[in-house]
């Protein structure tokens, strides 16, 4: 990769640099246009989605003399594609009768030696898109301290200085990562449920049960049907 004087700069130099390791754009399942087909560049979480993301002012790259714009970090979809979440950093859901499970899962920005930074989801249906996701947490520090500046931002998520996110992970093909959007783009807080359907395979519930922003960890359950 070669880069002028006035492109190396987080926000930017970092998506390029994925490029050539192999990454496409990030997407979200809104159909909104963000720049590309719709739902391309549609994820403001994640790094690949280019400028259409939530940043902050980074005062270590400078640009013509002035402070640029840094973050945000990948979502779990493209490391897992990478290879750069460790085993011992993932988790699964067992589907095990009625059984709802619970997952205590670290920020993105806070790894922990043993401690998921991910959960594993598949809901069955065709092919090896259709019922694979991840659930994963981020927190407003380290490469994603961006979301509590950027106006754009969720309110919910700026004022809980966290957010539980949940993707479609495409292990094989593109797009890798496609955000399951809300209201509040994609940011699931205390109390919301997200109900993951397939018309091939069973229904299931994610539910954000806490998050505890001074230990850097969100507390999910995960079980069979609506919730």
Not at 13 to 24: M, Q, R, T
Not at 84 to 113: C, K, M
Not at 154 to 181: D, K, M, N, Y
Request: with cysteine.
């Amino acid at each position: 990769m070669w880069f002028d004087s006035n492109s190396l700069y987080t926000a930017f130099a970092a998506h390029e640099i994925s490029h050539a390791f192999g990454l496409d754009h990030s997407f979200d399942n809104s159909q909104n246009k963000c720049g590309g087909v719709p739902g391309e560049y549609c994820d403001q979480w994640d790094i690949m989605s280019a400028m259409n993301t939530f940043q902050f002012t980074d005062q270590n790259w400078l640009v013509g003399g002035k402070s640029s714009k840094g973050g945000p970090g990948m979502s779990t979809p493209n490391l897992m594609h990478m290879g750069w979440i460790p085993r011992d950093n993932q988790t699964r859901y067992e589907a095990e009768g009625d059984n709802e499970q619970i997952f205590t899962i670290s920020a993105l920005s806070h790894p922990q030696v043993g401690k998921p930074l991910v959960v594993y989801l598949e809901v069955g249906g065709v092919g090896p898109f259709d019922g694979q996701y991840l659930v994963e947490y981020r927190q407003d520090d380290g490469w994603d301290q961006g979301f509590v500046s950027s106006p754009n931002a969720p309110p919910v998520a700026r004022f809980q200085g966290g957010t539980v996110l949940v993707h479609q992970f495409r292990s094989a093909g593109s797009p890798v990562a496609t955000l399951i959007e809300s209201g509040d783009s994609g940011a699931r807080q205390p109390g919301n449920t997200l109900v993951l359907t397939n018309p091939m395979g069973p229904i299931y519930h994610v539910t954000v049960k806490s998050i505890d922003r001074t230990n850097g960890a969100a507390t999910i359950s995960i079980g069979p049907g609506r919730g």
